[in-house]
């Protein structure tokens, strides 16, 4: 405790000193905090679905390109996988992903963000409805029924919470539908939406070119290799119907769907948290030579004590001490810093346009839905 006190004492009046190597610090580690919190939830953390290893995307590869893939498809695609991979359960998503519509309730209006899914969708995440149900195929076709699913949010927002709500008509858009089902409180997918419709997923029209993304679950007793055997009978209908190019030399294939969801920024990811690591090894250096400068300046007073008869272990552990002391108020400040800048990277997320929102998909997934 006497060690403690006098390494206060030496804080106190060396302030400037000790506000220098605490500033360091905090910046030093709220950076690392930071960014390593945003890498740990786009490439560690499991996504927050049931059994996410059996969870993956349909990807198109391509044999040349920056890429490895692109999980961007077409109605085509879809159909194949749809019709010829038994190893998988899939749904697609896209076209007004996230988009902003009016919701018309009780004769007033709210700005909501819509997104469009096939059905299945819920079922191959494995999120069931709180309420109600998912989209039937009936309802995923041409024709079909006006439907929506709505948010947790929404639903107590607009709704207060009625458990009667299902069979209830709203407008979007203008348009009526009727509400079938309500999702669990918390649930996300790429980009926060308050609402889903049908996606109505076709080989033409919008799925004649790559705007749709496919989600797949693999079916009980069905293993990867299965399905990438499956899939790879698909490349040549898929390059004789003329999706992605017939030239373009793609196939289909399958990645984890984290790995899909953040394949465009690992590599910028990884090279940020190099950066600042490499900043966080120069803060130490740098309060290392400092700690060093101030001791030259202390050798009067440290022989002094050896004078007195002090070991030298106490010696060293007045010096431990107050270095300790340091670094947990820089260590305290960096949780802050920290904290601080988690807020400022939500903040800063983008919200991709429907044509980016795959490759853009991490900066919403990670900065607003896992960090």
């Not at 391509?62 to 085509?76: E, I, K, L, M």
């Not at 999702?183 to 996300?188: H, L, T």
């Not at 670094?327 to 800063?348: E, I, N, P, Y």
Request: proline share 5%; aromatic share 8%.
């Amino acid at each position: 405790m006497h060690d403690l006190r006098y390494a206060f004492r030496l804080i106190r009046q060396n302030w400037a000193f000790s506000l220098t190597v605490i500033v360091i610090l905090a910046l030093c580690i709220g950076a690392n905090t930071a960014v390593l919190s945003v890498v740990n939830a786009a490439m560690v953390r499991p996504l927050p679905y049931p059994d996410p290893a059996r969870l993956g995307a349909v990807v198109a590869i391509f044999p040349h390109g920056d890429n490895p893939f692109d999980n961007s498809v077409d109605g085509v695609s879809w159909e194949l996988v749809r019709d010829r991979v038994p190893s998988l359960d899939g749904a697609v998503y896209g076209g007004s992903f996230g988009n902003g519509v009016n919701l018309g309730v009780n004769g007033s209006g709210a700005f909501v963000h819509q997104a469009r899914v096939s059905a299945g969708f819920f079922r191959v995440l494995g999120i069931a409805p709180l309420i109600g149900r998912e989209f039937i195929a009936d309802e995923d076709r041409d024709g079909g029924a006006p439907v929506v699913i709505l948010s947790h949010a929404v639903w107590k927002k607009y709704f207060n919470g009625d458990r009667n709500i299902v069979g209830r008509g709203i407008h979007l858009r203008g348009e009526p539908y009727t509400v079938i089902g309500v999702m669990p409180a918390g649930f996300r997918f790429e980009e926060d939406a308050d609402l889903w419709t049908p996606l109505r997923p076709s080989p033409k029209g919008e799925g004649s070119g790559s705007n749709y993304g496919m989600i797949a679950r693999l079916k009980p007793g069905a293993s990867w290799e299965q399905a990438r055997s499956q899939m790879a009978l698909l490349t040549d209908d898929v390059r004789r119907m003329g999706s992605f190019g017939k030239n373009s030399g793609v196939q289909l294939g399958l990645a984890g769907i984290q790995q899909a969801m953040t394949q465009d920024l690992r590599q910028p990811l990884m090279i940020l948290w190099a950066a600042v690591a490499a900043v966080f090894v120069l803060g130490c250096v740098n309060i290392g030579g400092m700690l060093l400068a101030r001791a030259s300046g202390r050798i009067g007073e440290i022989a002094t004590r050896l004078a007195l008869g002090a070991p030298l272990s106490r010696i060293v552990r007045q010096l431990l001490t107050e270095s300790i002391v340091l670094g947990l108020l820089g260590g305290m400040a960096g949780v802050l810093v920290g904290w601080a800048g988690l807020a400022a990277l939500r903040a800063l997320a983008p919200n991709p346009s429907p044509s980016s929102r795959r490759s853009n998909s991490i900066g919403a997934c990670c900065l607003r839905l896992w960090c």
